[in-house]
């Protein structure tokens, strides 16, 4: 996630909370991308060290778990600058040009130089982002995809290039029969009904096969896996997209909660403030009197009861407010509950981070050291393929 500071409720609903759900089924890492941030805001990086500070306290709040969770800072792993680096000697300058939210966003920043390589390459760096940790699978938004599907193109051109050893079949055989002959020949089938009649049910078979094995090495794995396809070594896995379901969390203005917008409700906000914000929101604008019926789908808190409250409320509220037979406070009073009960227990878990950073600090510095010892597995069989292992 990129530096931007404290976080809102948007924010929670759209990551966060799938975030807290991901780390009890998969092994993950999550980090503050303070490089990125420096792709538009390299002239006034002065704010981005606090941000990331406030930003990692919003996660623990959120119910991020450093027990289940690697969490760490960006710049903390220069191993993510190594393999950028290296992914770039044979990344076409096309690839990154065409993607889609490259041109976008210099339209939307025109007040911004992006006229720099930083800001054409992190597409780029994403890429090593995932590619470094050797990821399965990476939880992103609709708009998103496409970065997934470049980082995809990048490994399969990548192991293309480095991933055929001048013994890679013979490896490969002897590797099959570490397996044990049970699971060995059971393998042989699969590839062969993959490679002679393609069935892909099959290959799917033999990947789950393979990563099954607790008895072989990495690199005879990533060797198995290639070979199913009849290419070479698998040095870097393609990743798949995981979609994050789409947040529903509107604004006070019912347009999407943002901080550009002005709309938004901070996730450890002050209770009092919190509904003070909401008691003031806008309602439906025809709606003047409280005795003129108002229509809720043109109204910002219907929105946010579609997120906050139980059907009996919302039938409450459409009835209520179709007949003019409750007042806009009335309307807005169970949704501000609703929030402020949903963020009680965020609050409760910020305190005590907030009170002591160097348990913060303490948190990501072992977040950091974890990243780090992954991060060197992948670069060192990178460094060897590329010829840049001199041990």
Same mark, same amino acid.
Not at 67 to 77: P, R
Not at 139 to 157: C, F, K
Not at 165 to 179: N, R, V
Not at 306 to 320: F, H, I, M
């Given at each position: ?9 948007g ?20 980090? $503050? ?8 805001h390299?002239?006034?990086?002065? &704010? ?10 919003d996660?623990?709040? $959120?119910?991020?778990?450093? +027990?289940?969770?690697?969490?760490? #800072?960006?710049?903390k ?32 920043l025109?007040?911004?130089d ?10 780029? *760096?994403?890429?090593? /982002?995932?590619?470094?940790? =050797?990821? +399965? ?14 980082? !995809? ?5 990548f ?5 055929r050893?001048? /013994?890679?079949?013979a490896?490969?055989e ?5 397996? &044990? ?16 009649? +393609?069935?892909? *049910? $099959?290959?799917?078979?033999? =990947?789950?096969?393979? !990563? /099954? ?9 990533? =060797?198995?896996?290639g ?14 997209a ?11 203005? +019912?347009?999407k ?19 003070l ?9 025809? !709606? ?6 108002? /229509?809720?789908?043109k109204?910002?808190?219907?929105? *946010?009861h ?19 037979g #409750?007042?806009? #406070? ?21 305190? =005590? ?20 010892d ?14 840049l292992?001199?041990d």
């Amino acid at each position: 996630m990129r530096s931007t500071g404290k976080l809102h409720l948007g924010h929670y609903h759209g990551v966060l909370k799938n975030w807290v759900k991901l780390q009890h089924e998969y092994e993950c890492f999550f980090f $503050a991308a303070d490089w990125h941030a420096l792709t538009t805001h390299y002239e006034s990086p002065w &704010g981005i060290q606090g941000a990331v500070w406030d930003m990692i306290v919003d996660w623990l709040a $959120a119910g991020v778990d450093p +027990g289940s969770a690697t969490m760490f #800072i960006q710049s903390k792993v220069p191993e993510h600058a190594e393999l950028h680096l290296l992914l770039s000697m044979i990344t076409p300058l096309g690839w990154l040009e065409r993607v889609p939210t490259y041109k976008d966003q210099q339209e939307a920043l025109k007040e911004k130089d992006l006229a720099t390589y930083g800001f054409l390459g992190y597409p780029l *760096l994403q890429s090593a /982002d995932i590619l470094i940790y =050797r990821a +399965g699978q990476v939880p992103v938004g609709a708009d998103q995809v496409s970065h997934i599907e470049l980082t !995809r193109e990048l490994a399969r051109r990548f192991n293309h290039i480095y991933g055929r050893e001048p /013994d890679f079949e013979a490896q490969a055989e002897a590797a099959i029969k570490k397996m &044990g002959k049970k699971t060995a020949k059971l393998y042989v089938n699969l590839r062969k009904k993959y490679t002679e009649q +393609g069935e892909d *049910l $099959a290959l799917e078979t033999a =990947r789950a096969l393979v !990563r /099954d094995q607790q008895n072989i090495s990495l690199s005879d794995r990533d =060797r198995l896996l290639g070979y199913l396809e009849g290419g070479g070594k698998v040095i870097l896995p393609e990743p798949q997209a995981l979609l994050t379901p789409d947040s529903k969390m509107p604004g006070l203005d +019912g347009r999407k909660m943002s901080k550009s917008y002005g709309n938004f409700i901070s996730l450890r906000e002050d209770p009092e403030e919190v509904a003070l914000k909401i008691k003031t929101m806008q309602t439906d604008p025809q !709606r003047v009197r409280r005795t003129d019926p108002g /229509d809720p789908e043109k109204c910002p808190v219907w929105q *946010l009861h579609q997120v906050y409250s139980p059907d009996s409320t919302k039938a409450w509220v459409w009835e209520g407010c179709t007949t003019a037979g #409750i007042g806009c #406070i009335e309307c807005k009073k169970p949704v501000a509950e609703a929030v402020i009960d949903e963020q009680q227990p965020m609050r409760e878990r910020a305190k =005590r981070f907030e009170k002591d950073p160097r348990l913060v600090r303490s948190i990501i510095a072992d977040g950091n050291d974890r990243a780090r010892d992954a991060a060197k597995q992948t670069l060192e069989e990178v460094r060897q393929v590329m010829g840049l292992s001199y041990d």
